[in-house]
């Protein structure tokens, strides 16, 4: 769903970089979700955030993996000295309220982060 | 944990065949989505089912809902070139009431 931005929508960096991953949740939605994709499998929960709130981190990588949401501007997925394996589609999805999924919910189009 | 299985994970059918995706969970819950996703794009929720025998049809596609088997099928009619994408169904945690725990997937290819 167009509602839903993140950016970039590719992003290649070297071993050891660190990446910024954007998301934009639809306006008015203040719940934000970040899943991970690997090459063919299924999304994977990270954290669940609302503004200025982490919720649930319980998916998220205990090292090198960051989040937050701030009261003002998109939410921000930050991984740290990438290496290899981290290359994956990372995707957010806002909703507007705790649990609401469906098509309440949407997911934005993705990150492809390629680790070279 | 809450773990989600689907089968197959790949389906090669021929127009205007019927196939059946499968669904299993591994614990209690209420809430079943099923979502598609097309190659390099983001998903696309295609039902909701809230109830033990849950029935939703749209088009060629019908889901259906045994909670107390936990299983949730995604039935395609007549298969079209166009439903070739990859199928999730997703459970919601009732733990946490916040996070979906997705299946692996099921990838359908729909030849002529």
């Known amino acids: 769903n167009a509602g839903v931005m993140q950016n970039p929508r590719h992003l290649v960096r070297r071993r050891g970089q660190e990446a910024r991953l954007r998301c934009s949740p639809v306006k008015g939605h203040s719940h934000v979700y970040w899943y991970r994709q690997l090459p063919e499998e299924g999304l994977k929960f990270m954290v669940y955030?609302?503004?200025?709130?982490?919720?649930?981190e319980s998916g998220m990588p205990k090292e090198r993996f960051s989040a937050e949401f701030p009261k003002e501007g998109p939410s921000i997925l930050r991984i740290q000295q990438v290496v290899r394996g981290d290359s994956a589609a990372y995707f957010c999805?806002?909703?507007?309220?705790?649990?609401?999924?469906?098509?309440?919910?949407?997911f934005g189009q993705g990150t492809r982060l390629t680790v070279v | 944990e809450l773990k989600v299985e689907q089968n197959p994970l790949f389906l090669s059918m021929q127009e205007g065949k019927n196939y059946t995706i499968y669904c299993n969970y591994s614990t209690t819950s209420d809430r079943l989505y099923w979502y598609r996703q097309d190659p390099g794009k983001s998903l696309e929720s295609l039902f909701v089912?809230?109830?033990?025998?849950a029935v939703k049809q749209e088009g060629r596609l019908m889901a259906s809902l045994d909670t107390k088997a936990r299983l949730s099928t995604l039935h395609i009619t007549a298969a079209v070139h166009d439903l070739s994408a990859t199928y999730f169904c997703?459970?919601?945690?009732?733990?946490?009431?916040?996070?979906?725990?997705f299946g692996t997937g099921t990838r359908l290819q729909v030849t002529l």
């Open positions: 997703a459970v919601l945690n009732t733990g946490t009431a916040s996070k979906l725990t």
């Open positions: 955030l609302q503004k200025e709130n982490i919720i649930d």
């Open positions: 999805a806002s909703s507007p309220a705790l649990g609401v999924w469906g098509t309440e919910a949407f």
């Open positions: 089912l809230l109830s033990n025998g």
